[in-house]
């Protein structure tokens, strides 16, 4: 049924949260996971006094310990993982995506970082859910 499972993350506890339930599915259907981190664009815009290279790099640097951390463990579980970094707004990046690797299941947290400064409406996993052509598992925090 699944053969290709999508974990975004932002790298926050609530992310890392929904990485037994990707696992389980994967098991059950011997699935690859692909974990994925967007490094959102409108960060830089609401840090003012910082260059937008910086906080660039400091999301980058940040996706990389999440991602290489939840690809650990999926290895750990012997699921074949893929691991990508995008830039951008992160909804719309992870429905490129998903489209790029023809997934067939996002699992997400519920809720994770929020960018309070920019009064940001709803959140990602809201908007995957009513705009992936693909079903969306939404994990609640615990």
């Given at each position: 049924m699944?053969e290709t499972?999508?974990?975004?993350?932002d790298?926050?506890?609530v992310?890392?949260?929904?990485?037994?339930h990707a696992?389980?599915?994967?098991?059950?259907?011997?699935?690859t996971v692909?974990?994925?981190?967007?490094?959102?664009?409108?960060?830089a815009n609401?840090?003012?006094?910082?260059?937008?290279?910086?906080?660039?790099e400091?999301?980058?640097?940040e996706g990389?310990?999440?991602?290489?951390?939840l690809?650990e463990?999926?290895g750990?579980?012997?699921?074949?993982t893929?691991?990508?970094?995008?830039v951008g707004?992160?909804?719309?990046?992870i429905l490129r995506?998903?489209d790029a690797?023809?997934?067939?299941l996002v699992t997400?947290?519920?809720t994770?970082?929020?960018i309070v400064e920019?009064?940001r409406?709803?959140?990602v996993?809201?908007?995957?859910?009513?705009?992936?052509?693909?079903?969306?598992l939404?994990v609640?925090?615990?």
């Amino acid at each position: 049924m699944y053969e290709t499972v999508l974990l975004p993350t932002d790298g926050s506890e609530v992310a890392a949260g929904a990485v037994e339930h990707a696992i389980d599915a994967a098991t059950r259907h011997d699935a690859t996971v692909h974990v994925l981190y967007v490094v959102d664009e409108s960060v830089a815009n609401a840090a003012p006094g910082l260059a937008m290279s910086e906080i660039n790099e400091q999301l980058e640097d940040e996706g990389e310990r999440a991602i290489a951390e939840l690809a650990e463990e999926i290895g750990a579980a012997g699921l074949d993982t893929e691991t990508a970094i995008r830039v951008g707004a992160p909804d719309e990046e992870i429905l490129r995506y998903v489209d790029a690797v023809d997934a067939d299941l996002v699992t997400m947290g519920t809720t994770g970082k929020r960018i309070v400064e920019r009064e940001r409406v709803g959140s990602v996993t809201d908007a995957l859910v009513r705009k992936a052509n693909v079903p969306v598992l939404a994990v609640p925090r615990a």
